[in-house]
């Protein structure tokens, strides 16, 4: 067999289809026997469709970029990868080793390019290799914590035979288990006078939202969802529920003020921006899951989903809490209708979107994204790296698995991956975006007017884009809201791509301490 041959039985077997990618002459040879390929328009979109589709799939996705020019144009995307744990097997052509010697265009040391954001990458040397280097990458990616890998191909490998070849798929063990340890945690709880949960985004990929749920009902006490989760983390309806954690230390210990024990339970601490107090105080910290960073507190490798399972049967009730109402959340729709607020859209929004799946990249409007959608089952996912550009890129991925998907996007990140729009209406993804066009860099100005207010009137920090006639130049319907919002009965119509642009209120909000 030649190595494209080689090549297109190794990632049948291995299920790593379709390829998302921009290929370029350097990846011509190794296409030759790739039959399901979905391509984008920009290196770095192709990467973040494949994170989007891995995640969503529960599975290894495979992405094709043009060798070191493409390599490079997808690092925020790879990153952003890597941030997400996202098991992404990651392809490039490289130049032909006959005369590579001579630093022929294209060339470069691949390798090297993605070091730091890869969990594992190879360069290979024979089409004999195929099989197991990229049986190897797969398993890697798929092994907790989850994250892209990277191989890259010379293009004469593809020519050259090799025989005697076994080709095989691989499956990767999540089921982590430490009975002490949930023995011990459970008696630290019981113990306890007055903890709190953090439920972090493990939740949403081990599918434990049932489990989480009768652990906290069980115990009785407020739950919080982890700093920026990348995906839902709790069902949002419960009245346990107190909300998302904010990154910022000094506001996690005044959340944690009567506290004594905190468990964090599949999710970690997220810290932006900087302030000087240390992380919890006094406090004893747990953190159990597959993906521990050993930051702070005592931590506990276990699958999220078997721990909490087990450990209800063992913990007692610590308390009585329930979410008060909020009151003032009905006049603050109201008030917004007039100028089409945030609020006022998302809550429109909401009444036709409710069983969609959501990408969240509205930036300055992400907390109002996730306190008005909520967390479900696949429901939510956003860059954890803080990345503009990734939703819509993410979203086809997604809206491959899933035709209710919404995209809610800022103008300003709306512009960094637009091309993806292409890809959307050539195989026809019927993703819906809503864009919420404040005119500017709001996230920009937020921050400026807490830290540097010389700044938040700065000239690069306002756009004026006109984003329907850019969506209609990708052949996308489009329309822009009026202030009843009747057009959003139009987005939610039909299994097409659509744009609705909300022309939203400009002033920043101050969203930092």
């Not at 299920?15 to 190794?30: A, R, S, Y």
């Not at 076994?166 to 949930?182: E, G, R, Y």
């Not at 599918?207 to 739950?223: C, H, M, R, T, W």
């Not at 954690?245 to 000094?250: K, M, N, Y």
Request: charged residues 20%; proline residues 5%; neutral net charge.
């Amino acid at each position: 067999m030649k190595g494209y041959e080689i090549l297109e039985k190794t990632l049948t077997t291995l299920k790593l289809d379709p390829v998302f990618g921009n290929p370029g002459t350097t990846e011509i040879p190794m296409l030759r026997g790739i039959k399901n390929y979905y391509l984008t328009l920009h290196d770095s979109i192709a990467v973040g469709m494949a994170d989007g589709y891995a995640q969503y799939s529960d599975a290894a996705s495979a992405v094709n970029l043009h060798s070191l020019p493409g390599l490079g144009n997808a690092i925020s995307f790879i990153n952003t990868a890597k941030w997400n744990r996202s098991p992404v097997v990651i392809t490039a052509g490289q130049q032909d080793t006959r005369h590579i010697v001579y630093d022929p265009i294209l060339s470069g040391d691949l390798l090297r390019t993605v070091s730091g954001l890869v969990k594992y990458s190879y360069e290979i040397k024979n089409p004999s290799e195929i099989p197991v280097a990229f049986r190897r990458a797969k398993a890697i990616a798929m092994t907790p914590p989850r994250g892209p890998v990277f191989l890259s191909v010379p293009m004469d490998m593809m020519d050259y035979e090799a025989e005697n070849l076994h080709f095989s798929d691989v499956t990767v063990n999540t089921d982590f288990s430490d009975s002490a340890a949930i023995y011990e945690i459970a008696d630290k709880i019981n113990k306890s006078s007055h903890p709190a949960v953090v439920f972090g985004y493990e939740i949403d990929v081990y599918n434990a939202y049932s489990e989480a749920e009768n652990f906290a009902n069980k115990l009785g006490v407020e739950v919080y969802s982890e700093p920026l989760a990348s995906r839902g983390t709790f069902n949002t309806e419960n009245k346990l529920y107190g909300g998302d954690l904010l990154p910022a230390s000094t506001l996690m210990n005044l959340k944690f003020l009567n506290n004594d024990l905190i468990i964090f339970i599949g999710g970690d601490i997220t810290f932006y921006p900087y302030l000087p107090s240390q992380p919890f105080p006094g406090k004893e910290v747990i953190f159990v899951g597959t993906d521990i960073s050993y930051k702070t507190g005592i931590s506990y490798i276990v699958n999220p989903k078997i721990f909490l399972r087990e450990a209800a049967k063992l913990i007692k009730k610590k308390g009585n809490y329930s979410r008060p109402r909020d009151f003032l959340y009905p006049n603050k729709i109201a008030r917004q209708r007039i100028t089409s607020g945030v609020d006022y859209t998302l809550f429109k929004a909401k009444k036709l979107f409710s069983d969609y799946t959501v990408i969240d990249e509205a930036i300055s409007g992400s907390e109002n994204v996730r306190a008005t959608f909520g967390y479900g089952s696949k429901k939510y996912f956003t860059a954890k790296s803080g990345q503009l550009g990734w939703a819509t890129a993410a979203s086809l991925g997604i809206g491959l698995k899933n035709k209710k998907t919404l995209v809610i996007i800022g103008d300003g990140a709306f512009m960094y991956s637009v091309q993806g729009l292409w890809t959307a209406k050539r195989y026809n993804i019927p993703v819906k975006f809503l864009v919420l066009n404040n005119s500017g860099y709001n996230i920009l100005k937020s921050f400026s007017k807490s830290y540097y207010p010389d700044m938040e009137g700065k000239d690069y920090f306002q756009l004026d884009l006109d984003i329907e006639s850019i969506a209609r130049g990708f052949g996308v319907e489009t329309m822009t809201a009026g202030m009843d919002m009747s057009e959003m009965q139009w987005l939610h119509e039909g299994d097409v791509p659509k744009v609705l642009v909300v022309h939203t209120e400009k002033a920043a909000e101050k969203l930092f301490l």
